[in-house]
């Protein structure tokens, strides 16, 4: 099938649609996880999910997404405070903890898991399309609950934007304001595993934490405001989802989760690539600009200096005198500053190699550089 | 109605009574008892790991306390919280966060604006003013990342000026600034002064405290002394907050103590070690050796 026609069908169309809003989600609310410094908490949500997957089916004995979604949010949320516990109570530390939690859950669903499979209606219910996610796997129906949770998720976020905002950056400080900073933190991080649970069937268990992380440290690196970080990484998501669900789709028994992440992964190593300022290019592209003025300005300020010692302004200097002074081949720069209309090479002795005289404005230039290199003793005294 | 009911102490500004609080069994205030009267600059001064920025982030309830109370002008915190203006350590947020100074300062009014309200144009240019009282009305529209340490600071004190507060809660304001930023800063609190506000500062530096400010708590644990800095910053005071060894220059009982030797029977009771409180001791005159024997 081509594109077109993919997008013409209509299960194709309504699947492309949920895995938009998932990425939406996951991106928008993952800025927050990113910013609080606990993507990796993600992990453990979704991880810890599978379990809580496992007795949804068995406890409702159907495959009716809601019970299932409840069990993976509860058992997600057990997950979350079993963390908080172990770092409260204990010496274990966040990172420790996290994992101790992920394993744990994780361990237990995966009994569970293959207990439930062993039941009737276990296969036509799809469960281990959980796993590695299935776009094929989603109904209708099941687009619609993830539909409508995911929207309740972004009002909340919407109605407590600048709460969040408050307790993100200065936890103490919003304290002092009154607001219930500890409330919040639990609401957002509910919030963060809801946006978890509803990615749950297309990208799996094993693979959410990307959609979490992915968009929003991409759109970490184009902009300044939190505002336009959210919209964008909500961008990225829902980019990254539609398309893994189109080339899933197109590509019969593809698992949706894993196309999807690549999906992020590539913006991601765009995004850090060349975006402005924070990208690698860019900065790596400064750098080089910085030095090549560096050495630009420096071979300016000798050939000024041997002029100065010479009184004679328009002093013809050796090449290799300047070498020896700049501590380097200095061809190419001479050359770049011959094109700029600095200096001028001469040939008044050819047996004695290449030199080079300043022009009037490359003069010119040079003293004005010559300031932040340091002025040597003398050079101010009238001649 | 009764007009006596909940108030307590309401000629002071500031009135803690009885606070303790402790980080694993470990106690990090005991027994603080803290009265500062309006319209002063008082500074909360005291060796690493005294407590004083427990104190502050108990006195605004971020943490909890094992006991006391906390009364602004005579009234409960939780009431007056409106009234309070805190400006926590710079290095405690992450700087990096992507926002701008003229949102961190609009953060300020926040408390005001209530639930689900979002800053408008008038509170952007309530911030702006706040900015511009801090000198950093230039930079309005920067990020954040991109400040000096001494320009984070004054984003700091202009998030709590925007507050309009009567009491301002400081922690450490003079920390990793220069000296103009220094400067703009005293001059600032002043004019709060001047203005009829009160300022609770925690300081680290003995040699500008009694310049700076006027009124003078010493902390270590418990509260060494208190009251008008011209009677409380004397010599046998310090040694009792800080330790035997303490070097002072110029205290007004104008007899500087040379470096102590050998512990002093009486000493006071040694810091305790606060993860909290672990501030760099950078910004410590090179003549206070304010070091207590700590195995």
């Keep these: ?383 | 109605m009764t007009v006596v009911a909940g108030v307590h102490e309401p000629s002071l500004a500031l009135h803690v009574e009885d606070l303790t609080a402790s980080y694993a069994q470990q106690a990090v205030l005991w027994d603080v008892d803290l009265n500062v009267p309006p319209g002063v600059l008082a500074a909360i001064v005291g060796p690493n790991g005294a407590g004083k920025s427990t104190l502050l982030r108990c006195i605004i309830g971020a943490v909890r306390p094992n006991a006391g109370h906390v009364y602004v002008h005579g009234r409960p915190y939780r009431e007056q919280r409106h009234r309070v203006a805190y400006v926590p350590q710079r290095t405690s947020v992450d700087w990096d966060f992507p926002t701008t100074s003229l949102d961190v300062v609009t953060m300020g009014l926040y408390g005001r604006l209530g639930w689900f309200r979002r800053p408008r144009r008038s509170e952007a240019d309530e911030a702006l003013e706040a900015l511009a009282m801090v000198g950093m009305d230039a930079y309005a529209d920067r990020q954040i990342a991109q400040l000096s340490g001494g320009q984070q600071q004054r984003v700091f004190l202009a998030r709590a000026l925007v507050q309009d507060a009567d009491l301002y809660l400081m922690d450490e304001p003079f920390a990793g600034v220069d000296a103009t930023t220094e400067r703009a800063i005293v001059d600032l609190l002043k004019d709060l002064r001047a203005r009829g506000k009160t300022v609770v500062a925690v300081h680290h530096d003995l040699q500008t405290v009694a310049t700076y400010f006027d009124w003078l708590a010493l902390l270590n644990v418990r509260v060494i002394a208190q009251g008008p800095v011209t009677e409380v910053y004397t010599a046998d005071n310090l040694r009792a907050a800080y330790g035997p060894r303490v070097v002072l220059l110029g205290t007004t009982d104008g007899a500087p103590a040379a470096a102590a030797t050998g512990a002093a029977p009486g000493a006071a009771a040694a810091p305790v070690t606060d993860p909290d409180d672990g501030e760099a001791s950078a910004t410590e005159p090179s003549t206070t050796e304010a070091r207590s024997p700590v195995a």
């Excluded at chain 1, 194709?12 to 609080?36: N, P």
């Excluded at chain 1, 200096?305 to 380097?328: C, I, V, W």
């Excluded at chain 1, 209309?341 to 404005?361: F, I, N, S």
């Excluded at chain 1, 230039?365 to 005294?381: H, I, M, S, W, Y």
């Design chain 1, 1 to 383: 099938m081509d594109l077109l026609e993919l997008l013409g069908d209509f299960t194709v169309r309504s699947v492309a649609l949920g895995a938009a809003l998932v990425g939406l989600v996951a991106g928008a609310l993952g800025s927050f996880a990113l910013l609080r410094r606990q993507s990796l908490l993600g992990d453990t949500l979704s991880h810890a999910a599978l379990p809580g997957i496992a007795l949804g089916f068995l406890l409702s004995g159907s495959r009716s997404l809601t019970p299932i979604l409840a069990g993976a949010l509860i058992s997600g949320t057990l997950a979350a405070l079993l963390v908080l516990l172990l770092t409260r109570s204990t010496r274990i530390k966040d990172d420790a903890a996290l994992g101790v939690s992920l394993s744990l859950f994780f361990a237990v669903g995966t009994v569970l898991l293959t207990y439930a499979q062993r039941q009737v209606g276990a296969a036509q219910a799809g469960l281990d399309a959980f796993l590695f996610g299935q776009a094929a796997a989603v109904l209708p129906s099941d687009l619609t609950l993830i539909g409508g949770i995911g929207l309740a998720a972004m009002l909340a976020l919407a109605l407590l934007w600048k709460e969040f905002k408050a307790i993100t950056f200065d936890a103490d400080f919003a304290r002092s304001l009154g607001l219930p900073v500890l409330a919040l933190e639990a609401l957002l991080t509910v919030l963060i595993a809801v946006a978890v649970v509803i990615g749950l069937q297309l990208v799996g268990v094993i693979l959410m934490v990307a959609l979490v992380v992915a968009p929003a440290a991409a759109a970490r690196q184009w902009t300044r405001r939190l505002e336009a970080m959210v919209a964008l990484a909500a961008a990225f998501g829902a980019l990254a989802g539609v398309a893994g669900a189109l080339v899933s789709a197109s590509a019969r028994g593809l698992a949706t989760g894993p196309v999807i992440v690549l999906a992020a992964s590539a913006l991601v190593l765009a995004s850090l690539l060349v975006a402005p300022e924070r990208g690698l290019a860019w900065q790596a592209a400064r750098s080089w600009g910085r030095r090549r003025a560096l050495g630009s300005h420096r071979v300016l300020v000798d050939l000024l200096r041997l002029g100065q010692d010479h009184r004679d302004p328009a002093y013809a200097s050796e090449q290799g005198m300047l070498d020896t002074y700049f501590g380097g081949p200095t061809g190419h720069v001479l050359r770049r500053l011959r094109r700029r209309g600095l200096v001028e090479r001469v040939d008044h002795m050819p047996e004695e190699g290449a030199h080079w005289v300043l022009t009037p404005t490359g003069q010119a230039q040079a003293r004005e550089l010559q300031v932040p290199f340091g002025k040597r003793p003398g050079d101010e005294a009238p001649r």
